[in-house]
C-alpha cells in the first residue's frame, strides 16, 4: 500500500504562482514514474505532469511551458509549479504513481480576482 497527500492548494490570483507538494509513504518501492493530474468542475481528470524515477519529465499541454514538476526521492516527494496562473486553472490536482491504483486525495487550486 501507498498513502499520497497532497498539499499546497488554496486560492491564487490570476498571473499568480503556486508549488503543490505530494508526500509519499507506505510500500514506496514502487514508486517509479508518478504524476499530477486535475479536474475541473464537470470535465474528466486530466494529466498535468509526469516525472520518473530518474528525472525525465512529461508535460500536459494545458499547463506545457507554465509548469515545472520535480521530485525528492531522499524524501519520497513529488512538487508541481506553476507560474502564469488562469483562471481555467482551476481544479481539484492529484498526486498518482502511474501504473497503480494509487491516487492522492487532491488538493483544491482555485484561481480567482
Known amino acids: 500500500q501507498v498513502q499520497l497527500v497532497e498539499s499546497g492548494g488554496g486560492l491564487v490570483r490570476p498571473g499568480g504562482s503556486l508549488r503543490l507538494s505530494c508526500a509519499a509513504s507506505g510500500s514506496i518501492e514502487s514508486l517509479r514514474t508518478m504524476g499530477w493530474y486535475r479536474q475541473a468542475p464537470g470535465k474528466e481528470r486530466e494529466l498535468v505532469a509526469h516525472?520518473?524515477?530518474?528525472?525525465?519529465?512529461t508535460y500536459a499541454g494545458p499547463v506545457k511551458g507554465r509548469s515545472t514538476i520535480a521530485r525528492d526521492n531522499a524524501k519520497n516527494t513529488v512538487y508541481l509549479e506553476i507560474h502564469s496562473l488562469l483562471p481555467e486553472d482551476t481544479a481539484v490536482y492529484y498526486c498518482?504513481?502511474?501504473?497503480?491504483?494509487?491516487w492522492g486525495q487532491g488538493t483544491q487550486v482555485t484561481v480567482s480576482s
Open positions: 516525472i520518473s524515477k530518474s528525472g525525465k519529465t
Open positions: 498518482h504513481v502511474l501504473f497503480t491504483p494509487y
